[in-house]
T-cell receptor
């Protein structure tokens, strides 16, 4: 089954404690991206990757890092989480470009206290 | 920066009613996508419209792309409780050359609640 898998689904952490949210897709998609979803703001892109070892900033990259060492994986790293990063995070992948159909993971609800 | 404004933000209706959700921008988009998101899940693509004036139908859902490709609408006929969810529009601009990076810009979403 074609899917994008995120882990964990839920995470509560304390300010400053480094964390990683994993994302994996099994569709051989080149393009992957991370979004955060906040009430009234829709989905805002954090980072995206056009292929292995190619990543770039989206609209709200501050406080986040990503890496793309393999085509299927695109982890999101919060080196020093802060309460304003409490949000619902989605990973998405598309076949080739950023505007094709985006397949989303089920989301990770992160709470930073 | 391209912005997409969706309206209304909230819509609460009775089963059987009709409704329309709007997605507007001052920018021209190469294509417009509509997604539906249920609680606890990621958004799922409903439709993509690419031609100005294009109308697409998906059972009781009708999607229209404005002639100037700056706006779009989603019309649901005879809403059902299963239509409840968050509806998101997303616009894309294709850069010259056609194969380089393009980005999806999402609207804020419309939360639809259909009561039995």
């Amino acid at each position: 089954e074609a899917q994008v898998t995120q882990n964990p689904r839920y995470l509560i952490t304390v300010t400053g404690k480094k964390l990683t949210v994993t994302c994996s897709q099994n569709m051989n998609h080149e393009y992957m991206s991370w979004y955060r979803q906040d009430p009234g703001l829709g989905l805002r892109q954090i980072y995206y990757s056009m292929n292995v070892e190619v990543t770039d900033k989206g609209d709200v990259p501050e406080g986040y890092k990503v890496s793309r060492k393999e085509k299927r994986n695109f982890p999101l790293i919060l080196e020093s989480p802060s309460p304003n990063q409490t949000s619902l995070y989605f990973c998405a992948s598309s076949l080739t470009t950023g505007w094709g159909e985006a397949f989303f993971g089920q989301g990770t609800r992160l709470t930073v206290v | 920066t391209q912005l997409l404004e969706q309206s209304p933000q909230f819509l609460s209706i009775q089963e059987g009613e009709n409704l329309t959700v709007y997605c507007n921008s001052s920018s021209v988009f190469s294509s417009l996508q509509w997604y539906r998101q249920e609680p606890g899940e990621g958004p799922v693509l409903l439709v993509t419209v690419v031609t100005g004036g294009e109308v697409k139908k998906l059972k009781r859902l009708t999607f229209q792309f404005g002639d100037a490709r700056k706006d779009s609408s989603l019309h649901i006929t005879a809403a059902q409780t299963g239509d409840t969810g968050l509806y998101l529009c997303a616009g894309a601009v294709y850069p010259p050359g056609g194969t380089s990076y393009g980005k999806l810009t999402f609207g804020q979403g419309t939360i639809l609640t259909v009561h039995p």
